[in-house]
């Protein structure tokens, strides 16, 4: 009975102890017994050196408790220990679905909006969208090339922000995660809207309700995500797929039929645009094209900062899939680049009808089962497109929240190891810009793609830096692809910016600067508590508090400041309230600014 006791008071010293030990003497000399009494049986179970609780805590006791927690299980599903986080991986299959769908989907609409543009000076103008689609390719192959290296120089995600802070220091770093946050939410925008617009091309009467059609699709994708991550991929893998074989399916036919003599005749778009003789083509025109072409490369950053969604070996899986990614995306642009431009299709000017809906009709005809195939296999990949924001945004949040830049409810992960509160964030501001620009792929694109490509040229030319500093084998060829990567995504940010200043871009080039300057005020306010909590003798001896009764409680001292901080002693306490036999203390910790630094003041300071 000895050993016992001792190895019981040996892991109370680990973690705090859920039992009672009374240990009594017996008749004879040495001999003992120890009573053990475990008051909250069943409730928790020791995991390492600690204690976690089991789901019987968080069983709901009366009717109405057991009725929502059966809603609850049936729209988000049942609540996972963060043992099961290895099982919520992604493979390359699921990976390719949820974090290339963006890349992916942009096939469907890159060819269209650089078309667009050269439709101003002339059909015969249209002439050029195959080049630029062939210039658009040869940067994607750069930045998949660059990519890879940020994948396999910083494994553990985080992507342009964690490159550029690590290298060129905090406020590039900034720079960085702002151009990719906001770049995440006009994803979610930008695919929700065009995957309305390829309803409407075939269901006209959605058109005039587009806004509220797209904001029904970010709720629906909300509700995806924060099921988990994993069942999210499960969920949206099939439609990827299918839309990938569908327009293989059409541009392999569409190559037969041009080989073959038979050429179809392009069907005309209702509002075709007309040539006012006011424009000519200039370079200032084609650069405009290549830039709203270049659409085509947003969500190629999403797998390098998506690392460890990754089963293991997590960077090897991740490299593969970029390049899959890469590869698919640019066999579909181009094809379908090729086909819209020899059959000769012109954009629709009042976005009535997209560009692929004309080709496949100009290829299939109008109302055929493979007609509605693609357009319905179109329309769920742009909406999953979204999907890419969603995974990107929560977790680069969370890194963020991690270096104390943004609210630590960032990182916090839901009952379904999804990081909820970035998911909600993302869905709600998604939802104001879509709003805010009437749901126009059109008006939304001139946003686009500056956020990326300057992520990309910070994160590259940081690589640079760092391939100089360490000097490790192979690093004259590492330095060498990250310098061009970084020259060629530096020029189109130049090109991006100056083309589309005036259509919107300036609303990003704003807001971003407003963005860093936050982030770094965020991470002020945390540096400034942190001070204040520590204590000023830390020589002298810390009274040990009971967890069980006691809750100390940080009161900040603006109303601004509550949202910056995660409230876990107010959600302990309500979690506590009707919990029987169970008393909880709070002691506020409050601070106040007496002019010469931050000074703590506990609750024996307080005012009565």
């Known amino acids: 009975m000895s050993d016992r006791g001792d190895n019981g008071g040996k892991e109370g010293a680990d973690a705090p102890s859920l039992e009672e030990r009374a240990t009594h003497s017996g008749s004879k000399i040495g001999d003992r017994r120890v009573r053990i009494i475990r008051p909250a049986a069943g409730e928790f179970r020791r995991r390492g050196g600690h204690y976690v609780a089991t789901p019987r805590v968080d069983a709901a006791q009366s009717r109405l408790g057991r009725v929502a927690e059966g809603a609850r299980r049936i729209l988000f599903g049942a609540r996972l220990t963060s043992e099961e986080e290895a099982g919520e991986r992604l493979s390359k299959k699921t990976g390719l679905a949820i974090l290339a769908s963006d890349n992916i989907s942009s096939s469907a609409y890159a060819t269209e909006e650089a078309m667009r543009v050269l439709a101003i000076a002339g059909s015969a103008a249209l002439a050029l969208t195959m080049p630029i689609a062939i210039a658009v390719c040869v940067v994607l192959a750069v930045v998949i090339l660059s990519e890879s290296r940020v994948i396999r120089a910083y494994p553990n995600g985080g992507g342009s922000y964690i490159v550029a802070k690590d ?74 797929y299918v839309y990938v074989l569908s327009l293989l399916g059409l541009i392999g036919y569409g190559l037969f039929r041009i080989v073959s003599g ?84 012109v954009p629709d000017q009042s976005e009535l009808e997209t560009v692929n809906s004309m080709l496949t009709r100009s290829l299939v005809g109008d109302g055929t089962p493979f007609y509605y195939l693609v357009q319905l296999s179109t329309a769920i990949i742009l909406l999953l497109a979204a999907n ?95 310098s061009f990567g970084t020259l060629v995504t530096g020029t189109v940010l130049v090109v991006v910016v100056y083309t589309k200043f005036f259509y919107g ?42 967890p069980p009764v006691v809750l100390a409680e940080f009161v900040p001292r603006n109303w601004w400041e509550w949202i910056l901080h995660s409230q876990t002693a107010l959600r302990l306490k309500l979690s506590l309230l009707f919990r029987p036999n169970t008393i909880v203390i709070d002691i506020p910790y409050h601070t106040e600014d007496t002019g010469h630094g931050v000074t703590p003041r506990g609750p024996e300071d307080s005012p009565q």
């Open 388 to 482: 890419t924001g969603f995974s990107g945004f929560p977790r680069l949040a969370s890194v963020l929240a991690d270096d104390r830049f943004m609210p630590r409810q960032f990182a916090f992960r839901g009952e379904r190891l999804a990081f909820s509160f970035g998911i909600i964030a993302l869905a709600l501001m998604s939802a104001a810009v879509l709003a805010a620009f009437h749901g126009s792929v059109t008006e939304l694109v001139p946003l686009y793609t500056i956020g990326v490509f300057a992520a990309f040229t910070l994160s590259q030319s940081g690589l640079v830096r760092r391939w100089w500093r360490l000097r490790n084998p192979g690093w004259r060829l590492s330095v060498f692809i990250n």
């Open 167 to 240: 290298n060129h220091g905090v406020i590039p770093g900034l720079i960085a995660a702002s151009a990719l946050l906001i770049d995440y939410v006009l994803t979610v925008a930008v695919s929700s809207a065009a995957g309305v617009a390829a309803i409407s091309s075939f269901v006209p009467a959605v058109h005039d309700h587009r806004v509220l059609w797209s904001l029904a699709l970010i709720a629906l994708l909300t509700v995806g995500n924060l099921r988990g991550i994993r069942e999210a991929g499960v969920i949206f893998a099939a439609p990827t």
């Open 505 to 546: 871009a300036w609303m990003v080039l704003l807001v971003m600067p407003i963005l860093v300057g936050l982030l770094f005020a965020i991470n002020r306010h945390y540096r400034t508590v942190h001070d204040a909590l520590l204590l000023e003798r830390p020589d002298e001896p810390i009274p040990v508090l009971k």
């Open 262 to 345: 038979d050429v179809p005749v392009a069907v005309i778009p209702r509002d075709a645009f007309e040539p006012t003789g006011l424009e000519m083509l200039t370079p200032l025109i084609v650069l405009r094209a290549f830039a709203s072409g270049s659409v085509g490369l947003t969500g190629s950053e999403a797998i390098a900062n998506g690392v460890p969604n990754f089963k293991p070996p997590e960077s090897r899986n991740a490299v593969i899939t970029l390049v899959s990614m890469g590869t698919i995306f640019g066999t579909l642009f181009l094809g379908l680049t090729y086909l819209a431009t020899h059959i000769g299709i």
